[in-house]
């Protein structure tokens, strides 16, 4: 490619591109910073300064940028097939993966349904639940029609995903296009949404949960989650055994329950898979983000026989999945995804995970002393720092001083880049990053906090 002025692609980038989640006024009086190359933890600019990736370039890469394992195993696929099509045919990647998948994620899930984004691997999902019950023995659970989803949920931004989520400041507009949806309280335990306290609550979160299925069961077709961390609404983590109780409630009132893991997934809890803390098997998983190791857009909902087989029939009787997108099964992009899991085995990310999980606990307790930091929060390689205008009674930021935007700006200047989520922090590490990159990642947000909040 031609090598561009880097003025010229800055009015450019502000002439022609709408970004996604950003108010464009804001940022076209901004200086943009603009990616030319990847280096595994750092990011390059068009002028050539380096920023360390803090948040994974949106929780998605893994064993680094330009991973010569991953870029071999793309090129090597690209001289033999970029795309062809999963409708009525099959490509060599697509199936190795599928296996692969089968594998890896917990027991149960054994059939693969492929898309390109975590918001479709939720829209399929929502529609393959919402068929199984319409065709479940004859039709004799036709009623189940609803999805419960907990306050405070991000399914990714499609009418179906946003219909399941739980986030006013995204979804409020929205409203009027949206089926639907019963809302169970989050675990937010730093807000408990009952006011209670976490060391005698007895989770009365998941007691309200029950209570919604005990009345509702007859007309609900699943329940889905983010297990263990919901990630867009500030990486609120949940208490241990939450979602082990959510399973078995689901089991109980005979519901189906959806693990959307499109960001827990693929080693960010420190487990492979999220669900895998509480011994979990969910009837539908999402995966998307990682699964690449952060290279392509790949997703796949992975579900059980027992779902799969309600589907099963002549094509007279119409029980057919009729749900498609056009580059289902990209080889370029399944090979990307063998190669990243082929690479946590072979370098055992997994086991070098856990002195890094331990290294950024250590450090963030050093955070707790700035007079504005209320809450931390951390499963894994997963970190939610929870800025407040007054520590004592936990009020906000006003959303109007942009605080979180403000840290990340001086993040910036530092070498480091983050994004945050209104008030919060979030540090998404690359999982492959070392020991002295994750020490200055700490280093520069701890700093760049104490600057705009005062030490
Ligand atoms: C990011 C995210 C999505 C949406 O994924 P896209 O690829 O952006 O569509 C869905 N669910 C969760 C939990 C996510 O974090």
């Not at 749900?323 to 289902?328: M, N, S, V």
Request: charged content about 20%; proline content about 5%.
């Amino acid at each position: 490619m031609t090598k561009y002025d880097p003025v010229l692609l800055e009015q450019w980038d502000k002439q022609y591109v709408w970004h996604p989640f950003t108010q464009m006024q804001q940022y076209v009086r901004e200086k943009p910073l603009i990616i030319a190359r990847g280096e595994g933890s750092y990011l390059i600019d068009v002028e050539g300064n380096r920023y360390l990736d803090g948040v994974s370039s949106l929780w998605v890469t893994i064993h680094g940028h330009c991973h010569p394992a991953l870029n071999r195993a793309i090129k090597e696929q690209l001289d033999k097939i970029a795309h062809s099509t999963l409708l009525g045919l099959a490509n060599v990647p697509s199936i190795l993966l599928a296996k692969k998948l089968v594998e890896i994620t917990p027991p149960g899930l054994n059939k693969v349904f492929y898309s390109d984004a975590g918001a479709t691997a939720v829209e399929i999902a929502l529609k393959m639940a919402f068929q199984y019950w319409q065709q479940k023995e004859g039709g004799r659970f036709r009623s189940k029609t609803k999805f419960i989803s907990l306050v405070e949920a991000y399914h990714g931004d499609t009418i179906g995903s946003v219909s399941v989520g739980g986030m006013p400041l995204f979804h409020g507009i929205f409203k009027p296009l949206l089926f639907e949806c019963l809302h169970a309280p989050a675990p937010y335990c730093y807000r408990c949404p009952l006011e209670r306290e976490r060391e005698n609550c007895g989770m009365a979160c998941a007691d309200r949960l029950e209570e919604l299925l005990k009345e509702h069961q007859q007309e609900v077709a699943a329940v889905i989650i983010e297990p263990l961390v919901q990630g867009a609404a500030g990486m609120i983590t949940a208490p241990e055994g939450f979602l082990r109780r959510v399973r078995g409630l689901c089991t109980r009132y005979n519901v189906l329950l959806i693990a959307d893991e499109v960001a827990v997934g693929f080693g960010r809890t420190g487990r492979l898979f999220a669900c895998e803390h509480e011994g979990v098997s969910p009837d539908l998983m999402c995966l998307a983000k990682g699964i690449t190791g952060g290279y392509l857009p790949l997703a796949a909902t992975i579900t059980t026989d027992e779902v799969y087989s309600a589907f099963l029939g002549t094509p007279e009787e119409c029980k057919t999945f009729y749900h498609g997108h056009t580059y289902t099964g990209n080889p370029l992009a399944c090979a990307a995804a063998l190669a990243s899991i082929e690479l946590f085995e072979k370098e055992n990310l997994l086991a070098a995970l856990q002195p890094k999980i331990e290294l950024l606990h250590r450090k963030l307790e050093s955070f707790w002393e700035l007079p504005h930091v209320g809450d931390i929060r951390q499963r894994g390689m997963m970190v939610g720092i929870e800025l407040v205008a007054d520590k004592k009674t936990k009020q906000p930021y006003p959303l109007e001083e942009q605080v979180g935007h403000r840290v990340i700006l001086e993040a910036r200047r530092r070498g480091l880049v983050i994004r945050p989520l209104g008030n919060v922090i979030v540090l998404m590490p690359v999982l492959a990053m070392s020991e002295e990159e994750l020490n200055q990642v700490l280093e520069i947000t701890y700093e760049s906090i104490a600057v705009v909040t005062g030490k």
